[in-house]
């Protein structure tokens, strides 16, 4: 629970690398997250600091992030924010802010974006029925007043026998 999310809004800096490893998919990405201000003596917009953070997806999320995100592609990421810092013997000190994925997805206060649903693997063993499709249909006028009249019948039946 001691975990530090974060929600970043920004550019794909470069292009997602996908890779398939042992415990399923993973892919990452840089992202260019670059406060606006508006400057009051100019009277406009001015772009302040860019921080650079590396995203991290996995299992699914990866799959359908290599399928929809490019460079230049404005998105939204929520995740877990770690920063790691290292020092190697005879190189300069460096620190890397990483974000852990949780979500991504295009900023659409910046564009359009057409969402489709990916087809999910069945978790059912190979020997198990398939469960049908219930029917979401709305019955016809005609057969819910039947419906009604044979459950008014029932609770008829059902005070006689409690007598």
């Known amino acids: 629970m001691n975990e530090t999310m974060?929600?970043?809004?920004?550019?794909?800096?470069?292009?997602?690398?996908?890779?398939?490893?042992?415990?399923?998919?993973?892919?990452?990405?840089?992202?260019?997250?670059?406060?606006?201000?508006?400057?009051?003596?100019?009277?406009?917009?001015t772009d302040g600091h860019t921080n650079f953070f590396t995203v991290w997806a996995n299992r699914q999320l990866a799959t359908n992030v290599s399928g929809s995100i490019n460079v230049g592609d404005p998105v939204v990421v929520q995740g877990r924010l770690k920063i790691r810092s290292e020092v190697r013997e005879g190189q300069p000190s460096w620190t890397s802010a990483d974000i852990d994925a949780v979500a991504i997805g295009h900023d659409l206060a910046r564009g359009t974006s057409a969402f489709r649903r990916t087809q999910r693997a069945e978790t059912a063993g190979a020997g198990a029925?398939?469960?049908?499709?219930?029917?979401?249909?709305?019955?016809?006028?005609?057969?819910e007043d039947q419906r009604e009249a044979a459950a008014e019948t029932e609770d008829r039946r059902e005070a006689v026998a409690v007598t």
């Not at 042992?22 to 003596?41: K, M, N, P, Q, W």
């Open 129 to 143: 029925p398939a469960r049908p499709e219930p029917a979401w249909e709305t019955p016809p006028a005609e057969a």
């Open 6 to 45: 974060i929600c970043a809004v920004g550019n794909v800096a470069t292009q997602p690398v996908y890779r398939e490893l042992a415990t399923g998919a993973s892919v990452r990405f840089r992202l260019a997250a670059t406060a606006r201000y508006l400057d009051r003596e100019k009277r406009e917009w």
